[in-house]
């Protein structure tokens, strides 16, 4: 089991910037695959970016140059910096891990997580 704890969502104008927080807990795998995903209101669930057990990222073409995602020196935290905000990021966004490795494109892939966070909400206003 790992439990999940995401934090730091809020509302915030156009362009502007966040830090979301995500921080794993109960768990006794020794290394596991993350990422970040958000689910607007009518919309799939989406992968955002993800970082695999070696450090190496991954990111959605949407967030690319603009977010940027990141551990803590334990890897039990998880960290999502988000700059230059646009309207169309609003959604909620979710803490996702996996103890399997995964590398590249597949840490954008919602199936292969099998722990999710509860969520946090980022609204970005014009």
């Known amino acids: 089991q790992v439990q999940l704890v995401e934090s730091g969502g809020g509302s915030v104008q156009s362009g502007g910037s966040l830090r979301l927080s995500c921080t794993a807990s109960?768990?006794?795998?020794?290394?596991?695959?993350m990422g970040w995903f958000r689910q607007a209101p009518g919309k799939e669930r989406e992968g955002v970016a993800g970082?695999?057990?070696?450090?190496?990222?991954t990111y959605a073409d949407s967030v690319k140059g603009r977010f940027t995602i990141s551990q803590g020196n334990a890897q039990s935290t998880l960290y999502l910096q988000m700059n230059s905000l646009k309207p169309e990021d609003t959604a909620m966004y979710y803490c996702?891990?996996?103890?399997?490795?995964?590398?590249?494109?597949?840490?954008?892939?919602?199936?292969?997580?099998?722990?999710w966070g509860q969520g946090t909400q980022v609204t970005v206003s014009l």
């Open positions: 109960a768990y006794t795998y020794s290394s596991l695959s």
């Open positions: 970082i695999d057990s070696d450090g190496r990222t």
């Open positions: 996702a891990a996996d103890p399997q490795l995964w590398r590249g494109s597949y840490l954008l892939r919602r199936e292969v997580f099998r722990y």
